[in-house]
């Protein structure tokens, strides 16, 4: 994602900030086919009220 190769520390900072990513995208990704597959109606009922 971020492979900018623009100076001496920016490659580990790219590398660093790709894999946070990846890291983010997967877990977001897995949070919302477990709540697609399982939903929490608790959490549900809380966020419809007004």
Same mark, same amino acid.
């Given at each position: +994602?971020? !492979?900018?190769?623009?100076? $001496?520390? @920016?490659?580990? #900072?790219? %590398?660093?900030?790709?894999?946070?990513? $990846? +890291?983010?995208?997967?877990? @977001?990704?897995? @949070?919302?086919? #477990?709540?697609?597959?399982?939903?929490?109606?608790?959490? %549900?009922?809380?966020? !419809?009220?007004?």
């Amino acid at each position: +994602v971020a !492979s900018a190769h623009t100076g $001496g520390g @920016a490659d580990g #900072v790219g %590398v660093a900030l790709g894999i946070a990513g $990846g +890291v983010v995208v997967l877990l @977001a990704g897995g @949070a919302f086919l #477990v709540n697609r597959r399982w939903p929490l109606p608790d959490l %549900v009922r809380r966020r !419809s009220r007004p």
